[in-house]
């Protein structure tokens, strides 16, 4: 009997794990996912006033060093060659991100090079603080309280909704500052965004005769031993503490809304994407999209301020906040994940689950990452399903 698999989610987790299936198995793959369209959160769409393609989630820029993901997703669509080049616009005015050396010498008036910059940057490093205890204190170390409060701290108040002193030393690694001209946001090999969106992208990943995709469907867990499809497996990449009911407590996560600008320019900012770091005005970023795609040419512009918030029932979760307690959390469900599993396994006519992806691992992934670890866990399920051994349950081992 040809084999039939269910995934829940068509984004980028999902899809990917689809095409593997039927790339390397005479099977049948049903892809469900309860929003209108594919992509997920990667959704891009054509806004219908303005012609321009908007990210709908928020902006999306593909960045990868991994050689598999980057020929991948060149296999479903065109990526054109894109840089992020942020701005920030700050109380002392408009500079240059990441802080590199323009921001610094336009920052302090100064026309300094690499070496003079280090040692000056050095200089304003809080001595004092020998061993940081929090983020302020390690950025006070490191860069000085004017950069810090200019770049960082209403930034990071904004965007997360804690005060920098609560959130832990480690946040801030490394030295957040270039010594030179580099204001490329990213610094990874390969960086695009598709020409055709990344919808097209994932259409084109779903397009074929052995998967059907059906919108609008959503997949309620607790309707498991009642499914009619006869499904060999699940797979599933919602999110974790929803497919246990929320039984063990809510995952924390940040989102994000947005607010669209009202303008008649035909160009509003100049720029994809300005950052807000002062305190003081509520947005975090403002970001125009037309200039995601240069290629394209339009009369008028669409943008939105962005807002970051606590995540509440009906809010798209977005940014996993991984506190110590949502660990704890975690760790509960991926327990009864195991369980389930082994349950499964003991009762015939009920599909194994896989969980995948940023909201069923809870974790913070980019783009390549989703990619990359639905290209692993299809290799290591293939391979255990040819040799009957045991399929895994998650991609990922958690700390
Ligand atoms: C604001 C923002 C900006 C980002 N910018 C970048 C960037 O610039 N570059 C980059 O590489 N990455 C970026 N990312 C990350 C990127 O969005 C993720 O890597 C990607 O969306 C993860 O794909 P996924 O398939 O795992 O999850 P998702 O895209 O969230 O897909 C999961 C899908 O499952 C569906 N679903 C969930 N539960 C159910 C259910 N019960 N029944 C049916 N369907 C269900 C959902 O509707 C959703 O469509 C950004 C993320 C955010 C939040």
Known sequence: MKKHFLIIGAGFSGAVMARQ????????????????????NCHTERDTETGVMVHKYGPHIFNTDNERVWEYVNRFGEFRPWVNRV????????????????????????????DEARTFVASLGDASIKEPQNFEEQALKMIGRELYEAFFKGYTIKQ???????????????????????DNYYS?????????????????????????????????PSTLDDLSGGYHHIFYTGPIDAFFNHSEGRLGYRTVTF???????????GNAVINYPDESVRWTRIHEHKHFTPWESHKKTIAFREYSKETEEQDVPYYPKRL????????????RAEDLFRESSEAPNRPRVTFLGRLATYRYMDMEAVIGEALELSDRFLKAAESKSAVPIFPNQEK
């Open 21 to 40: 299936l039927v790339d390397a198995l005479d099977c049948h793959v049903e892809v469900w996912d309860e929003r209108d369209h594919v992509a997920g």
């Open 87 to 114: 701005k920030a616009n700050t109380a002392r005015g408009m500079f240059s991100m990441p802080i590199n050396l323009l921001t610094i010498n336009q920052f302090f008036g100064k026309s300094m090079g690499p």
């Open 160 to 182: 997360w909704g804690v005060d920098p002193k609560e959130l832990p030393a480690s946040v801030l690694k490394r030295l957040p500052i270039r010594f030179n001209y580099d």
């Open 188 to 220: 990874k090999k390969y960086q695009g965004i598709p020409g055709e969106g990344y919808t097209g992208v994932i259409r084109k990943i779903l397009d074929h005769p052995r998967i059907s995709v059906s919108l609008g469907r959503r997949f309620a």
């Open 259 to 269: 607010e669209r600008v009202e303008t008649d320019a035909e160009d509003y900012q």
């Open 324 to 335: 110590a307690s949502d660990k704890q959390i975690l760790m509960r469900y991926r327990q």
